[in-house]
């Protein structure tokens, strides 16, 4: 569904990404590892737009996106949740949602608010509660819904757990693998180990911009090595 091949990325004369590939197939669950500041984050924006890369290909679907704009490659179905939440404080949850919605795509469920309540059933309790006035957790699950709104076909989830209490992550996981039943897609940054290993098929390890490993969430945790050297604190 996506490969990314070749991926670079400057801020400024800073060379964040360097030479980066990854792909994920229809309806697995990617995690993209690795400790703060490896370039886990830089890799989301560049897939979604928001960090023009420099060099570097990227297909999703079939189409070739790099260098398109973030509102282009959204309406072909790629779903991105910052890491920083960003809903809107002053707008309720009814109408964070609303602000997210985007038409049916053929192949791909189809979310409504109804839908989605009963997915987190927190969100139904507080339809018409401010954004602003929502916990880190509650943010995060809006921030989630309001992209299932657009009915993507792919999300990529930046940091999901982190800020989030062991009960709150636990239930996040529970969510992650819901979606992935519905046949959604999945590539979610993350420095915490045991929430991926709780939900992702495949692993990739990002240190220093470049990809330092790939397997299963399997061979990951069976390289010793490999976790040691690059997500060990």
Excluded: C
Aim: proline share 6%.
């Amino acid at each position: 569904m996506l490969t990314v091949e070749g991926l670079n990325a400057h801020y400024g004369r800073a060379h964040i990404l360097a030479d980066v590939a990854l792909s994920v197939s229809r309806g697995e669950v990617l995690a993209l590892l690795g400790r703060n500041g490896a370039g886990k984050s830089t890799t989301m924006k560049s897939i979604v737009g928001l960090v023009p890369p420099t060099s570097g290909s990227i297909s999703f679907e079939g189409t070739e996106v790099a260098g398109r704009p973030p509102h282009e490659i959204v309406r072909l179905g790629l779903g991105y949740v910052p890491e920083e939440r960003r809903v809107f404080t002053e707008l309720t949850v009814e109408e964070n949602l609303e602000v997210g919605r985007q038409p049916a795509r053929p192949g791909v469920p189809e979310w409504t608010p109804e839908k989605l309540y009963a997915l987190f059933p927190n969100l139904a309790e507080m339809r018409r509660r401010p954004g602003g006035q929502m916990s880190g957790g509650e943010q995060q699950m809006l921030t989630i819904a309001r992209t299932l709104m657009g009915n993507p076909s792919l999300v990529l989830l930046d940091e999901p757990s982190e800020g989030l209490a062991p009960k709150i992550v636990e239930q996040m996981a529970v969510t992650l693998k819901a979606l992935k039943a519905e046949g959604l897609t999945l590539i979610l940054s993350e420095q915490n180990l045991h929430f991926a290993k709780l939900v992702a098929d495949r692993a990739t390890i990002i240190e220093k911009g470049g990809i330092r490993f790939s397997g299963t969430m399997d061979e990951l945790m069976a390289d010793e090595d490999a976790r040691q050297a690059y997500l060990s604190v």
